[in-house]
């Protein structure tokens, strides 16, 4: 009989001590960083989003003025540090193949948001020289019709003070 109910208590503790370990591990995921980083992540596409429909609106005119895509990337600059801060806090070190993963897309992010950057420089500095050159070539145009009407005015002063 008392093999028995030593068999029994040894059950129990078992199951007791795999309990335990197992709340523990439960308790090893901080779920307010956890929500921290979705909320994040969901500002980032916010405002990258935000980001691409003023580009569109500059685009088409709309928009007249490049003030509103500096403080988008701004923020979104700041975003992305406060996730890849909020990452590092949570795996210091690539220990197996999801951190190194993990830690491979917020390298790919930073580069893609380089790279938007740049991009974005490139579209601003285009879309001014042409919205210069169609604000002044009205003018231009005008200007250089005078130009030729009174060249072609003197010109015909001079045929007719030689004929």
């Given at each position: 009989m008392s093999l028995t109910h030593l068999k029994h208590t040894a059950l129990v503790l078992t199951t007791l001590m795999l309990i335990s370990f197992l709340y523990i591990k439960a308790q090893a995921i901080d779920f307010d960083k956890h929500n921290q980083m979705l909320d994040g992540i969901r500002q980032f596409k916010q405002v990258d989003?935000?980001?691409?429909?003023?580009?569109?609106?500059?685009?088409?005119?709309?928009?007249?003025?490049?003030?509103s895509?500096?403080?988008?990337?701004?923020?979104?600059?700041?975003?992305?540090?406060?996730?890849?801060e909020m990452l590092h806090?949570?795996?210091?070190?690539?220990?197996?193949?999801?951190?190194?993963?993990?830690?491979?897309?917020?390298?790919?992010?930073?580069?893609?948001?380089i790279h938007k950057?740049?991009?974005?420089?490139?579209?601003?500095?285009?879309?001014?020289?042409?919205?210069?050159?169609?604000?002044?070539?009205?003018?231009?145009?005008?200007?250089?019709?005078?130009?030729?009407?009174?060249?072609e005015i003197q010109q015909h002063g001079q045929q007719v003070k030689q004929s």
């Open positions: 989003a935000v980001l691409n429909q003023h580009i569109l609106e500059i685009r088409q005119s709309i928009l007249p003025f490049y003030d895509t500096v403080e988008n990337t701004a923020e979104l600059t700041q975003l992305q540090l406060g996730i890849i806090q949570l795996l210091p070190q690539p220990s197996t193949d999801i951190d190194s993963h993990i830690h491979l897309h917020t390298k790919a992010l930073q580069q893609s948001l950057k740049e991009l974005l420089e490139h579209f601003k500095s285009h879309n001014a020289l042409l919205r210069n050159s169609l604000q002044f070539l009205p003018t231009i145009t005008a200007q250089i019709s005078y130009d030729l009407q009174q060249h």
